[in-house]
Each structure stands twice: as structure tokens, then as C-alpha cells.
């Protein structure tokens, strides 16, 4: 994928913006693509992964998709009839390119965005409704083919940019070459790169925590710090670069809230919970087996209950401290039905009637949508691990972003910053970011990856493309600071499970001649509270006769608010 967002300039007024899917639909009057039913589409079909499809339909119809993707974004026209895979001797490879490029031809149609892609490629000047001059048509190395001709053909169509706007508009964004001193230049220009250790400077400070919690209100005090020793001007010269989590994002709008610091780039509205998945995933264990007192507890406690909060609430301390819940038994009409529905099933006909009564039961939600997916796989038993996993909850991601010049900017791992700051302070530098880890392709080798390449022309990207443009995207990412680099990098995850350094905090430590990750990390809990980089405090010493070593246990586990 490309690094670079492609963006158009209004011809008129100079105007940047996205080149978005519902932006190119409009301008080429391409029709919305329908949904594609893979899973009704692969039923029944004899592939070679038909036996995959058998035991784990679920799992195979999302590997099939993503592979069908792939194949499909490593062509330059975006149709089955670019596959040739006469070339390929007989092998695995070849056959399951071969029934992908059968599933393709069978389907009609790629999902969004490369149904709208398709129509573009395929379009001319002509049929563009609005100019859409592209204001860097400058090849990205690390775009599929797709992209790739996506870009050729609306520069072919509208042109580019004229020059004077995109001067203008490069001196508004961050270097991609890197422009600090010291050490810090030098992991600008060559992360990802054989290079010889330099001697550290003050230029690169790498602090360990406790958890992303700890984290985000170290980074939000020592941002605090920098302004009040006047080491930047104003909070829009300070950066957080976070891991796209909104645990990590809630957590520096709190700690910055919290020491009144404007952040800019949060979203305008955050993620939201997948209350319907929720629930959905707690009935199923309530229909499964005979109702667990947590499970029970949490139905009782959620907002799409046709009953109020307290009442939730007082059912679920009820059912928590003696099994049962007087208020509950209490209960007429429709909720009344709900709970009297909530009976382990043996079968798919009780499962699906005793779901169709909590639906009914319900007020301002619709179980139906969720409930056909899982009639879809169910057959004559019951495969309570696989509806599990089909029902469980997806978070509803952030919406928009609160941009503005005066605040803290806020930057997320799988974008490049979106202006230069002097200070840039990035989290999250343990565990598997910066970049992730590719994974292995469960559709094709390694192996077979690099014979399609070299027998068919189709460049499908393997663990090393992957790594390659994860590294390139960090290291732009580091390039928008120009004075600092404060790294930080917690010991364990809100889990409580230990992390280990990732790819690039190993990169960094070697490129600064450290032997290992853990030579860089300079733990602050280690260190004589005078000389922590940041304001600290104690929390006053519990009264009533509490031993001292729980006082001493819980001034460790204080966060450091600045």
C-alpha cells in the first residue's frame, strides 16, 4: 500500500483533500458495489480449499477474501483476465491462483474500494464530472499495482497539481528525509538501513513504564515539562505518536485533560463499544451452558436491557453475592420472556427461538442482522466455538479528527503525521508495533509467493515487502520532529502480560550502539525521584492501622501525573 495519502487540489481555490472511495465514486458516477456473499459463493464449490471450507468455513471464506484481495491488488487492470497462470508449473501455487482467478470470474465484482478503482482505470477524461488534479503523482515504491494505475490514470485524466500549490503544500508537511542534528538525524535517515553505531546524544531518551496507562500520563507530564522549561514555544510544537488503540488514544485525552493541556488530532467522535456484539456473545454462553454468575451478571448490566441501569445493577450485586437475583424474579412482560429464554439449547431450532424471543424482547436493537450470519453456518449441530467466534464483538472505530493549531498533536502508528512539531514523544516502543509483524500468509508460501512473482509478473507482496514498507512508514513517521525524540516503552500490557522490545526500539538500540533494547530503556522507577524528568508526588499514607507495606505497594503503582 502507499505510504503517501493521494490528494487532490482544487483547480480554483488551492484546496487540499483526500482522494477518497465515495469521492471517486462520485466524480466517475460509479454504482456503490453490493455486498459480496463469499461465504454463499464458496459453499459447495470445489476448490482446493474445499476441505478448509468443510471444518472451518468461517476462517477459510476470510482467508479466501483476503487472498482474493491481494491477487486482485496486485493487478494493474483489476480483472481476471490479467491472471495467466500458464507459465506456472504444475504445482500448489498454481492451482489455488487458478481457483481464485475461477472464484473471481464467478463473483463479478471486487469489494470496495477496488470496485470504484476498477472504474476509474477503465474510465476516460471525459467521464470525470470534476477536475481532480493530483497534487503528488510521484510514484510510491511501496504501492500495489492497483494503486499504482489508480494513480496513473487520474493523472492522465485531470494532471497534476500546478507546481507553485505544491510547493506550498510540501512546506506545510513534515521532511520525509529527516531534519534534526545528532543522533536523532541519523535514525531519521537510516532506520531500516546497515549502518554503524553512533555515540547517543541528548538529541534521543528512551524511558520505560509501567503499562500504556503509565505511558500516557508520563508523556502528557513530560509534555508539560517542555513547556514550562521553554524548551518548545507552545503545545502545537510537541507530537504523540501512539499506537492506533483507543486505549491509548482515551488514555492521552485523560492524562492531557487532566493537566489542561489542548490536545489536537483526537477524534471528533471516539470508538464505541459493539454493545450488540456484546450481548450477542453473552447470550450465547447464557443458551450454551447453565447460566455462569458473571455472564449473568454482565447481561443484567448492559444498556440494551429492557430495564433500567439501577435495576441492572442491583440484579447483577444480587446475583453475584447469592446466585440469584430476587429483583430479577420479580420482573413482568418482555423482560420477564427475555430472562425466562435464557435456558442452555441442545439443538439449532431451541438455539434460534429462544434468540427470536430476547429479540423480540428487546427495545432499541435489532438482533436479526447478526442472527442470519450465524444461521448461515449452523447446521443440523450445533458448533458453539465457531458461532463464538462469528459473533464477537468489532469495536466501531473513531470518526473524524479534531484538528487545530494551537493543541498537542495527536498521531496514529498507521498514518504519516499530519505537520512538523520540534518535540515528538512516541509510545507503545514494546510489543508487537513499530512496525507490526506481517505474519505468514495462511494462502501462499513464501516460496510460492516468489514463483508467481518471477513466472507470472503478478507482484504479490510477501513478509519482507510487508516489514520493508512497515520500517519505511515508522521512519517517515519519525521524521516530524526536528529537535527531540523521547521514546517510551511499557514493561507490561493493560493485561498485565510482560511485552517484549519490538522491531524498531531493537533497531534504534542498535543503531546507538546499545547491545540489546534493555541497554537503552532507562527505567524512571529506577531512578532517584529528584531526577525524574517529570513532577512527581506520593499519595498520603492510608490511616486505620494498614501495614506499611501496602502503603509503600500502593505509592509504587501511583502513576506519575506530572
Not at 526536528?482 to 502480560?497: F, H, I, N, Q, V
Request: proline share 8%.
Amino acid at each position: 500500500m502507499r505510504i503517501d495519502p493521494l490528494l487532490t487540489a482544487n483547480p480554483i481555490t488551492g484546496a487540499v483533500r483526500y482522494v477518497t472511495d465515495d469521492l471517486l465514486r462520485e466524480t466517475y458516477l460509479a454504482p456503490k458495489s453490493r455486498d459480496l456473499d463469499f461465504l454463499a459463493t464458496l459453499e459447495g464449490r470445489n476448490a482446493p480449499w474445499s476441505a478448509s471450507f468443510e471444518a472451518a468455513p468461517a476462517e477459510t471464506t476470510r482467508a479466501v477474501e483476503a487472498a482474493l484481495t491481494a491477487v486482485a491488488r496486485s493487478t494493474q487492470s483489476l480483472s481476471p483476465t490479467e491472471l495467466d497462470v500458464s507459465a506456472l508449473p504444475e504445482c500448489r501455487a498454481k492451482t489455488h491462483l487458478t481457483a481464485l482467478k475461477e472464484l473471481w470470474k464467478d463473483l463479478g465484482n471486487l469489494p470496495e474500494p477496488l470496485a470504484a478503482w476498477a472504474r476509474v482505470i477503465c474510465s476516460e477524461a471525459k467521464d470525470a464530472l470534476e477536475p481532480l488534479p493530483i497534487l503528488d503523482p510521484s510514484p510510491c515504491p511501496h504501492a500495489d499495482a492497483a494503486e499504482a494505475a489508480l494513480v496513473e490514470a487520474l493523472t492522465l485524466h485531470h494532471g497534476a497539481a500546478p507546481e507553485a500549490v505544491q510547493t506550498s503544500w510540501r512546506r506545510r508537511q513534515p521532511r520525509g528525509d529527516g531534519s534534526a542534528v545528532g543522533c536523532y538525524g541519523v535514525v531519521q535517515k537510516q532506520l531500516g538501513a546497515a549502518t554503524n553505531p553512533v555515540e547517543r546524544d541528548s538529541t534521543v531518551s528512551c524511558f520505560g513504564l509501567r503499562d500504556p496507562i503509565e505511558e500516557a500520563q508520563f508523556a502528557a507530564a513530560l509534555a508539560q515539562r517542555m513547556l514550562d522549561d521553554g524548551c518548545v514555544d507552545g503545545p502545537g510544537e510537541i507530537g504523540f505518536l501512539v499506537p492506533d488503540d483507543p486505549a491509548y488514544v482515551l488514555a492521552m485525552q485523560e492524562g492531557c485533560e487532566r493537566l489542561g493541556l489542548p490536545l489536537a488530532g483526537a477524534p471528533e467522535e471516539a470508538a464505541r463499544r459493539d454493545l450488540t456484539g456484546e450481548l450477542l456473545s453473552l447470550l450465547l454462553v447464557l443458551l450454551s451452558v447453565p447460566a455462569p454468575r458473571t455472564a449473568l451478571a454482565s447481561l443484567y448490566t448492559s444498556p440494551l436491557m429492557p430495564w433500567t441501569r439501577d435495576v441492572g445493577h442491583q440484579m447483577a450485586r444480587e446475583v453475584m453475592d447469592y446466585g440469584w437475583s430476587k429483583t430479577a424474579s420479580q420482573l413482568t412482560g418482555s423482560a420477564k420472556e427475555l430472562l425466562d429464554a435464557l435456558q442452555p439449547s441442545h439443538t439449532p431450532e431451541q438455539l434460534f427461538a429462544r434468540l427470536g424471543v430476547v429479540d423480540r424482547s428487546l427495545v432499541d436493537t435489532n438482533l436479526q442482522p447478526r442472527l442470519a450470519s450465524l444461521r448461515a453456518v449452523t447446521r443440523e449441530t450445533l458448533d458453539w466455538a465457531l458461532l463464538h467466534n462469528l459473533a464477537a464483538p468489532n469495536q466501531i472505530g473513531a470518526v473524524g479528527h479534531e484538528r487545530f493549531v494551537e493543541g498537542v498533536s495527536l498521531f496514529t502508528e498507521n498514518a504519516l503525521p499530519w505537520r512538523p512539531v520540534r518535540q515528538l514523544l512516541v509510545l507503545g516502543l514494546n510489543g508487537n508495533r513499530w512496525p507490526h509483524s506481517p505474519g505468514s500468509d495462511p494462502f501462499f508460501t513464501e516460496a510460492e509467493i516468489a514463483l508467481i512473482r518471477q513466472k507470472t509478473g503478478l507482484q504479490l507482496k510477501g513478509r519482507r515487502e510487508k516489514l520493508a514498507r512497515g520500517l519505511e512508514l515508522f521512519r517517515r513517521q519519525l521524521c516530524a520532529g526536528t529537535d527531540g525524540l523521547t521514546l517510551l516503552a511499557p514493561a507490561k500490557s493493560l493485561l498485565g502480560e510482560p511485552l517484549s522490545p519490538s522491531t524498531g526500539l531493537a533497531l534504534i538500540s542498535h543503531m546507538l550502539g546499545s547491545e540489546k533494547p534493555a541497554d537503552l530503556v532507562q527505567d524512571v522507577r529506577a531512578l532517584p525521584r529528584d531526577q525524574w524528568p517529570v513532577a512527581w508526588h506520593l499519595p498520603p499514607r492510608l490511616s486505620h492501622g494498614v501495614r506499611d507495606k501496602l502503603v509503600n505497594r500502593h505509592a509504587r503503582l501511583t502513576p506519575v501525573l506530572g
